[in-house]
């Protein structure tokens, strides 16, 4: 595994806000690998960190210190247009809150991030519709957000996301916006989507029952990062239950 090079790594990376006349230091020397095909759970109480660590590891925000590196590639000193083309090539992005465009259906949402890439239109269509169908939603092709369900518009994130073939998908609480029947379908479709693509997968969650699915937890505490125990054993145990997710 040493010789594995991660998909994305951070190295003591570390985020100080101003505060009045004060630093205040959410993290505090942070380590963190992710392999490819591999889904980390990232854990902790409100107000932890955890969105923080996200951008940037998403390279939405620079660290105060540290490295973030992609593919073993140093990225925290890249400029502005370096950093929008990488996060546009190689992350796709799952929020609470969907944030799709509200005049536009299901496969043009999808369609979208695949444009301002360049890629041709109807490619960029095919595509949006095999991710659609992927998320099982090939019956809301047309449809808007506002006749959507909130766990199907969450779907549609899900597949625009995907859209771009990330190598790294960064998650944050993208089922906290859900009822827990709908919160256990919707990432029962991410997780197969991202097992199934070999993605690299960071997501933060409030939800146990979710996080005990995934390959590894880790916990943010007073701005340090620490491995908890397997989710993988856990995931056997309650195996018969995630097969009806699938």
């Given at each position: 595994m040493?010789n594995?090079?991660?998909t994305?790594?951070?190295?003591r990376?570390?985020k100080?806000?101003?505060?009045?006349?004060?630093?205040?230091e959410?993290l505090?020397?942070?380590?963190?690998?992710?392999?490819?095909?591999?889904?980390?759970?990232?854990?902790?109480?409100?107000?932890?960190?955890k969105?923080?660590?996200?951008?940037?590891?998403?390279l939405?925000?620079?660290p105060s210190?540290?490295?973030i590196l992609?593919?073993?590639?140093?990225c925290?000193?890249l400029?502005?247009?370096?950093r929008?083309?990488?996060?546009?090539d190689?992350?796709?992005?799952?929020?609470?809150?969907?944030?799709l465009?509200?005049d536009?259906?299901?496969?043009?949402n999808?369609?979208?991030?695949?444009?301002?890439?360049?890629?041709?239109?109807?490619?960029?269509?095919?595509?949006a519709?095999?991710l659609l169908?992927?998320?099982?939603l090939d019956?809301?092709?047309k449809?808007?957000?506002?006749?959507?369900?909130g766990?199907?518009?969450?779907?549609?994130?899900i597949?625009?996301?995907?859209?771009n073939?990330?190598?790294l998908?960064?998650?944050?609480?993208?089922?906290?916006?859900?009822?827990?029947?709908?919160?256990?379908?919707?990432f029962?479709?991410?997780?197969?989507?991202?097992?199934?693509?070999?993605?690299?997968?960071?997501?933060?969650?409030h939800?146990?029952?979710l996080?005990a699915?995934m390959?590894r937890?880790?916990?943010?505490?007073?701005?340090?990062?620490?491995?908890?125990?397997?989710?993988r054993?856990?995931?056997?145990?309650?195996?018969?239950?995630?097969?009806?997710?699938y």
């Amino acid at each position: 595994m040493s010789n594995v090079i991660p998909t994305l790594e951070l190295r003591r990376v570390v985020k100080k806000f101003k505060q009045g006349n004060q630093n205040l230091e959410v993290l505090r020397g942070v380590d963190l690998r992710v392999m490819s095909g591999e889904v980390v759970a990232l854990v902790g109480q409100s107000g932890a960190g955890k969105s923080t660590l996200l951008q940037i590891a998403g390279l939405l925000e620079q660290p105060s210190s540290g490295e973030i590196l992609f593919d073993d590639k140093k990225c925290s000193k890249l400029k502005d247009k370096e950093r929008t083309e990488l996060r546009r090539d190689f992350i796709g992005f799952v929020y609470q809150y969907h944030n799709l465009l509200p005049d536009f259906n299901a496969v043009e949402n999808v369609m979208l991030p695949q444009l301002i890439a360049g890629m041709p239109y109807h490619t960029a269509e095919e595509r949006a519709k095999w991710l659609l169908s992927r998320m099982k939603l090939d019956k809301r092709f047309k449809h808007r957000p506002s006749e959507l369900s909130g766990g199907e518009q969450q779907r549609v994130a899900i597949a625009r996301a995907l859209a771009n073939s990330p190598k790294l998908l960064l998650a944050d609480e993208p089922t906290g916006n859900l009822d827990p029947k709908t919160s256990e379908i919707v990432f029962g479709e991410l997780l197969s989507v991202v097992k199934e693509t070999g993605l690299a997968a960071l997501i933060a969650t409030h939800n146990f029952e979710l996080a005990a699915q995934m390959d590894r937890k880790v916990c943010l505490s007073e701005g340090k990062l620490s491995e908890q125990n397997s989710a993988r054993s856990v995931r056997m145990s309650r195996n018969s239950r995630v097969k009806n997710f699938y």
